[in-house]
Protein backbone atom coordinates (compact mmCIF):
# COMPACT_ATOMS: atom_id res chain seq x y z
CA UNK A 1 0.00 0.00 0.00
CA UNK A 2 2.98 2.50 1.09
CA UNK A 3 4.43 1.98 -2.56
CA UNK A 4 1.30 2.79 -4.11
CA UNK A 5 0.37 6.05 -2.19
CA UNK A 6 4.60 7.09 -2.63
CA UNK A 7 3.81 6.47 -6.22
CA UNK A 8 0.91 8.66 -6.84
CA UNK A 9 2.07 11.65 -4.60
CA UNK A 10 5.33 11.66 -6.38
CA UNK A 11 3.18 11.27 -9.66
CA UNK A 12 0.77 14.56 -8.49
CA UNK A 13 3.62 16.45 -7.38
CA UNK A 14 5.54 15.82 -11.08
CA UNK A 15 2.03 16.82 -12.63
CA UNK A 16 1.41 19.83 -10.69
CA UNK A 17 5.36 20.91 -11.11
CA UNK A 18 4.79 21.05 -14.77
CA UNK A 19 1.45 22.69 -14.75
CA UNK A 20 2.85 25.49 -12.49
CA UNK A 21 6.10 25.77 -15.21
CA UNK A 22 3.36 25.68 -18.15
CA UNK A 23 0.80 28.65 -16.12
CA UNK A 24 3.80 30.54 -15.86
CA UNK A 25 4.74 30.39 -19.64
CA UNK A 26 1.70 31.78 -20.44
CA UNK A 27 2.16 34.53 -17.85
CA UNK A 28 5.37 35.47 -19.81
CA UNK A 29 3.50 35.24 -23.23
CA UNK A 30 0.69 37.96 -21.51
CA UNK A 31 3.14 40.22 -20.32
CA UNK A 32 4.99 40.59 -23.74
CA UNK A 33 1.20 40.57 -25.53
CA UNK A 34 0.78 43.81 -22.96
CA UNK A 35 3.91 45.17 -23.97
CA UNK A 36 3.73 44.77 -27.60
CA UNK A 37 -0.53 46.36 -27.51
CA UNK A 38 1.30 49.12 -25.29
CA UNK A 39 3.89 49.87 -27.56
CA UNK A 40 1.62 49.62 -30.85
CA UNK A 41 -0.56 52.12 -29.01
CA UNK A 42 2.01 54.59 -27.42
CA UNK A 43 2.91 54.85 -31.55
CA UNK A 44 -0.41 55.53 -32.27
CA UNK A 45 -1.03 58.14 -30.00
CA UNK A 46 2.42 59.88 -31.17
CA UNK A 47 1.82 59.87 -34.44
CA UNK A 48 -1.88 61.80 -33.48
CA UNK A 49 0.01 64.32 -31.39
CA UNK A 50 2.47 65.12 -34.24
CA UNK A 51 -0.25 65.37 -36.70
CA UNK A 52 -2.49 67.69 -34.17
CA UNK A 53 0.69 69.64 -33.92
CA UNK A 54 1.27 70.30 -37.14
CA UNK A 55 -2.32 71.15 -37.76
CA UNK A 56 -2.26 73.56 -34.73
CA UNK A 57 0.93 75.09 -36.43
CA UNK A 58 -0.67 75.25 -39.94
CA UNK A 59 -4.02 77.30 -37.75
CA UNK A 60 -1.66 79.41 -35.84
CA UNK A 61 0.40 80.74 -39.28
CA UNK A 62 -3.20 81.29 -40.90
CA UNK A 63 -3.51 84.94 -42.12
CA UNK A 64 -7.22 84.67 -43.95
CA UNK A 65 -10.53 82.64 -43.74
CA UNK A 66 -9.05 80.86 -46.91
CA UNK A 67 -6.19 79.92 -45.27
CA UNK A 68 -7.57 78.73 -42.09
CA UNK A 69 -9.92 76.50 -44.36
CA UNK A 70 -7.23 74.91 -46.22
CA UNK A 71 -5.87 73.62 -42.76
CA UNK A 72 -9.19 72.25 -42.24
CA UNK A 73 -9.12 70.32 -45.29
CA UNK A 74 -5.66 68.97 -45.02
CA UNK A 75 -5.93 67.92 -41.64
CA UNK A 76 -9.76 67.20 -41.50
CA UNK A 77 -11.47 63.99 -43.29
CA UNK A 78 -14.22 64.49 -45.36
CA UNK A 79 -17.61 64.67 -43.55
CA UNK A 80 -19.71 61.26 -43.92
CA UNK A 81 -21.47 62.19 -46.97
CA UNK A 82 -19.01 63.51 -48.83
CA UNK A 83 -16.85 59.85 -48.41
CA UNK A 84 -20.50 57.92 -49.23
CA UNK A 85 -20.43 60.12 -52.45
CA UNK A 86 -17.07 59.62 -53.50
CA UNK A 87 -17.69 55.44 -52.92
CA UNK A 88 -20.57 55.83 -55.20
CA UNK A 89 -18.48 57.53 -57.73
CA UNK A 90 -15.85 55.10 -57.51
CA UNK A 91 -18.43 52.58 -57.90
CA UNK A 92 -19.88 53.73 -61.66
CA UNK A 93 -16.08 53.96 -62.87
Request: charged share 30%; hydrophobic share 35%; with cysteine.
Amino acid sequence: MKPIFLSTCILFSAVITALAADSNMGFQETIQSVEQKKSEVMQHVKRKIARDQEELACVQSAASHVELKSCHDKFRPPQRSDRQENRQDSRIN
